[in-house]
Structure formats: structure tokens, C-alpha cells
């Protein structure tokens, strides 16, 4: 196990048992936080970024999260400026300065300083003053925000409900053209009449009072339209379509686990995973990170980054099987950046899984910008069994033959191909669509039988092609190809049947986009190869997955035969914990020997696990000598000292017993119940 995993290990059980601490423990917001929350971003941040916010336990959290935000919001990551937040704190300037001086209030409080602080500057002001029948009105006329899902052009209007103070922002449905004409006190008057008389006084203001959208028309039997309130409320939420604030949850589910320069940086990522049977009968997984950008270090004319997979695969209760931790270096040339620097990126890898239900994470960092995301699923492996299995479709917009190179496992190979697919699964009329699965039988083969490919648009039936499983020269590993030329731009769902003696006995499907675009940037891909699925590792693997499911006789059964062709002390060390858990600690000990006189070669592990059988089997001098090799070799732990004291106990050296547990307590103070053993072998001493 390495450093970085101890780390994330580790951090993983402060989080969870301190969870109701933190939150209990929570800093209260300091005034610099409470006005950057509610006075500085209160109209652009979304609902998910303030509940994290206040979520956050310190102040260094909170100054981490601050500059998460507007990272995610800067149109330039690769620059030293953020033009959003420098134009977002002009707005706030500009407010206070011009919008401040007629109220009690900042001009940021009031409406036109709402509005301003959103869109920005309006292409337009009309104002309507100085005339004695109506109130004074300013109209705001906007173009060009269609990118916040707002119309192509519509006005905004405000009026001083009494002639002076404060600008109220102005609702055709709310308050109506009644509330613009001076003297009216009565909100019941009857709205077209009120209309009619307005368009007496200024035609413009009329049109403009029961629609802020130009050429929606007047009202209709006495009733405004209710397009310019919702207008308003879109406006309200325009800021949510700057940013996608899933970084935000991310942010607190990861700010223990990276490290503090990461920890600001969540970048946006989608993924896939599927499950691919080997002939060997091993499953691997295979699973792909697509990243929507990346950022590179230049030196010279090279640009290079290295990406960190850090990942984990835990059982539904919790119980750790399997971790991993890779890196992938990434070098490219003046001319390879200059084409990939606009298109996203799919990381690929794959790692064999023995079958069961699981949570599968994973962690990606950039060690370039010091930015992370992140992935997690449900994982099932199915076992094989006597029925048909038939696996989830990978969908593919490409195909690349895959050369029988010597030694390489490929991530997304099938029948000699590897199936290049977007996580998004998007696609082109132009595309085919490559339909890549496998079909297998009890033994691994693939049934005879025929199989049904079923598409069906907006749910519903769309095309159906039938293919006999014999003429497919990979089986069970299956690719259909699919012209999309005949597929109108929709969502699609897709389901394969096998049909078995002309009955249906298994089925699988996926669902898929056809887009009305002529064109799609696609990602390019960089895959961890690993060596050939029969390779002994792959193996070795498997076992340890099995003995961290405490599955023993299974883990043996996959472990022995390695290590009767390859002795080594790490499968020996295994079987040692195999064995220990069975309770032959005579074996663990047999199984150790040959590397406990290897002197500073020997591992910890072996000593531990030898000094452990020896203490068991009541070879107490045997097993504080293995203890004290440990101590001396690897460096005195409380461990080692409480097992030591046990064993010089149960020989009846309590003195020695008690030395080393005083030591044990002077290296860890929070031992209660070691410290109540001591207290009682001191209280039952006769010197």
C-alpha cells in the first residue's frame, strides 16, 4: 500500500467518524464570510453552492470554497485574470456609486441594482419623467443574453411607486399599467381601461406596461400575459446557466481526502463502465474518466502533464477489496496541442474483479494544475452460472483494430477491436453506431440462438434488426455495426434480446442521443495498458480480493498454485493470513521461516504475522524475539510493545511485562484499557 492511499484511507475514517463533530464543532461565519455570502455573490450563487457553504466547518474551508467559486466561473482558466469576477465587481461598484444615492439602502439592495449586478448594462434606457399623470419609469431594454436561456430582446421596467425614493421593479401581471398612473390608489381598477388611458398619455409605456417582450401584443379579455413574469423569474436564475455547480458537492464530499491546492479545482467529468469477460474466466473492469479540458505545463516546445488515478472498490457495507494507485504521463508536441487543447479527453483503464456487488471510486488529479475529479458507481460482476448472460451494451462511435501485440491487456477491447465511445453517448446522423457486448453461455461460449436489436424513439418502437449469433465471427464477444443515416435527431433507447428456440431469454440495453448537429468535438483517449489477461498478476490480483472478502479457502485455492511456481515472501506473507485466520498458525509459521533470517530484508509483515503464530501457539520467547526484530528494524510501535508486554506476561515476567507497556503509554497516552491492565498487574505485584 502507498503513502498517498494510507492518506486517503485514512482520511476516508476521520471524515466518517467525525462527521457529527464537525458539524457540531462548526465555526460560526466570521463577518468577511457572512458579507461575502449575503452582500458580494447573494444573486449569483446557486442554492447547492450557498447549502455548501454553510455546510463548511472552518474558515480555511470557506476561503477554499471562495476560490473554487469563481475558478469555475472564469471564461479563462489559463490566464492570470478572471474577467467574471473583475466585471462582476464593477457591477457591484457601479451600483453602490450610481443606484445608492436616492435610497436608504446600498444600491446593490435595491431592484435596478439586482438587475445590473445579473445582466450587466442594458443596451437601453428610457425614461419617462416630469409628466404629472404617471409615476417616473425607467425602461431597461437588453439584447444578446440568449446564452442565460432568455429572449432575443426584451425591456425591464421600474418605477417610483410614489414619485420619489426607491425604483420598484415593474410586473404586467402583479401591478399592471393601473400601478404606473398617478392618483390611482385602487389595484382593482379594471386593467384594460387603465391600459387604454396610459396609451392616452405615452403609447410607449402602455405597450411596454402589459408585455417587457416587444411584439407579444396587449392584453387579452382584461388579463396580462404571463410570459413577462416568467421573464422575471428566469432572469432570477439566470446565473445558474454559468456554471455547473455539481463542484460544489464535490467540494465537500472531497476537501479531506485532497490535498489543500487541489481541493479549490473539481473539474466537470462524465464517465462509463462495463464489465468484460476473459476466456481465462477472469472479469475485468473497464471504465472511462472523460475530462471536458485539460491543462498542461509547457517547457520549451513540450507540453506535459501527469494525471494520478487514485481508486477503490468496497463492498455495500463498507468492507475494502481492492485499491489501486496509477499514474499516466502525458507528453505532446507544439502541433498535438494546438488540436487537442479544444477537445475533451477520455482517460481509459481496466483492473480484474472477482464477482460480487460493489461501490467503485475513483479519484483523477492533474498534477499540472492541481485540479481533481472524480467518479463513483454501483459495480455488479456477475458469476458465472448456468444460465445465458448477456452484458450491458458499450456503444461506440468508432472502431480501431487492436494489434495481438505480446503481453497487453487493452481497456474497451472487444473481438479484436477497441470500441472508442463518449461517456454522453452522443451522436451523429453521419456516425455508425457500433453496438459492442458479449453473450455467454454456462461454459464461457456463446449459445446458439438469435438475437434482437430493439430501438425505439421517445420510447417509442423505431427500427428492429435480427441477427443469427453464429455469424458473428468473435462470439461471444459481439459487435453491430448500425448506420444512423435513417435515425432522425432524438433520444433513443436500445434493447438486445436473445431469443432462444424462438424465446426470449435474456436482455440488456442502453440508451443513446442522435443530435441535429453537423458536427461533435470528439475526445481523444489514453489508456493504461496492462499486461496480457493471462498473466500471472491478473491472478495474484483476484486472491487478494478474495482474502480481503475473507473468503479463505477461495483465496488459497487461487494463491497456493502461484506460490508453489514462484515461492516469494509476499504470496507467503498471503497464505500466511490465510492461514492465521483458519487458526493453523503451525503452517504460518512454516510458511514464514524461510524468510525470517533474511536479516534487514524481511519484511515487517512476515515478522509480525510469525511473532503473532508463535504467540498463539505459546512460544512467547520465540515470539518477543520476532517482535523485537520488528521493533529494531522498522522502529518501536505500540503494537509491538503491547504484544511484547503480553507475551512476557503470560511467562510471568510482569516486571518486563509492565516496562513495556509504560513505554507503550509514554508513546500513546490515550490507551484506557492498556492503562487499566497496568494498573492491575502493579496492584497484584509481589516484588
Known sequence: MTQRIRTVILGTLILTVLAGLLAAEQAPLTERHRSWLEEEVNYIISPLEREV?????????????????????????????????????????????????????????????????????????????????????????????EELGLPAAFYLLFF??????????????????????????????????????????????????VSLIPGEGGPILGRPSLVSDMLIQRIEAAPRKLVEDKYAQRFLDFRDRVEVEYSANYMD????????RDPSGIAFVHYGIELQRLSVN?????????????????????????????????????AEIAVRRSLPLTVRDV???????????????????????????????????????????????????????????????????????????????????????????????????????????????FKEITREVSGYASRPDIVEPVPLADFPPAHYRLRIVFLANGVEAVSAGEEFDVTPKEGRP???????????????????????????????????????????????????????????????????????????????????????LAGRASQLTGRFSRAIELYEAAAVRFGTSVILLNAIGECHLASGRRREAAAAWEKSLSLSPEQPELRRKLEALKTGWRP
Open 351 to 461: 483492473f480484474p474483479l472477482v464477482p460480487g456487488e460493489y461501490r467503485f471510486s475513483v479519484l483523477l488529479k492533474n498534477e499540472a494544475s492541481k485540479e481533481f475529479t472524480s467518479f463513483e458507481s454501483a459495480l455488479i460482476v456477475p458469476a458465472s452460472g448456468p444460465g445465458v448472460r448477456l452484458s450491458v451494451p458499450i456503444l461506440g462511435h468508432l472502431l480501431q483494430t487492436v494489434a495481438d501485440g505480446p503481453g497487453q491487456l487493452t481497456p474497451y477491447r472487444l473481438g479484436g477491436h477497441q470500441v472508442l465511445s463518449e461517456s454522453q453517448r452522443i451522436f451523429l446522423r453521419t456516425d455508425t453506431l457500433f453496438v459492442a457486448f458479449q453473450l455467454l453461455g454456462p461454459r464461457g461460449e456463446a449459445p446458439d440462438g438469435r438475437l434482437r436489436f430493439e430501438f425505439f424513439k421517445e420510447n417509442e418502437p
Open 522 to 608: 470528439r475526445p481523444w483517449f489514453l489508456s493504461k495498458v496492462l499486461p496480457s489477461a493471462d498473466d500471472p498478476s491478473h491472478v495474484r490480483v483476484t486472491g487478494r480480493q478474495l482474502l480481503n472478502l475473507e473468503r479463505f479457502s477461495e483465496a488459497e485455492a487461487v494463491l497456493a498454485p502461484l506460490y508453489a511456481a514462484k515461492p516469494e515472501e509476499g504470496l507467503a506473507i498471503e497464505l500466511a493470513r490465510i492461514r492465521m485466520a483458519l487458526r493453523d498458525y503451525a503452517q504460518v509459521e512454516r510458511l514464514l521461516e524461510p524468510y525470517l533470517s533474511k536479516g534487514s530484508d524481511t519484511r515487517y509483515d512476515s515478522l509480525v
Open 298 to 334: 509547457q517547457y520549451q516546445d513540450t507540453f506535459a502533464t501527469t494525471l494520478l488515478l487514485i481508486g477503490v472498490v468496497t463492498t455495500l457495507e463498507g468492507k475494502r477489496v481492492f485499491q489501486f494507485d496509477k499514474s499516466a504521463t502525458i507528453e505532446l508536441s507544439q
Open 160 to 209: 417610483q411607486k410614489t414619485g420619489v425614493g426607491e425604483y420598484k421593479l415593474y410586473s404586467p401581471a402583479s401591478d399592471g399599467p393601473m400601478a404606473l398612473i398617478a392618483g390611482i390608489t385602487d389595484t382593482g381598477e379594471n386593467y384594460v381601461a387603465a391600459y387604454r388611458a396610459l396609451r392616452d398619455i405615452d403609447p410607449s409605456l402602455a405597450s411596454i406596461s
Open 53 to 145: 457553504f454553510l455546510k463548511l466547518s472552518s474558515d480555511r474551508e470557506r476561503d477554499m470554497f471562495i476560490e473554487a467559486f469563481w475558478r469555475h466561473r472564469d471564461p479563462t482558466p489559463e490566464s492570470s485574470k478572471n474577467e467574471f469576477r473583475e466585471e462582476h465587481a464593477r457591477r457591484l461598484a457601479h451600483t453602490d456609486r450610481s443606484l445608492g444615492p436616492e435610497t436608504v439602502r446600498p444600491g446593490r439592495k435595491t431592484d435596478r441594482g439586482r438587475i445590473y449586478i445579473i445582466l450587466g448594462e442594458p443596451r437601453e434606457i428610457e425614461r419617462f419623467q416630469g409628466k404629472g399623470e404617471i409615476y417616473n419609469c425607467e425602461a431597461w431594454f437588453y439584447q444578446g443574453k
Open 269 to 276: 467529468s462524465s464517465a462509463s463502465l462495463h464489465v468484460i
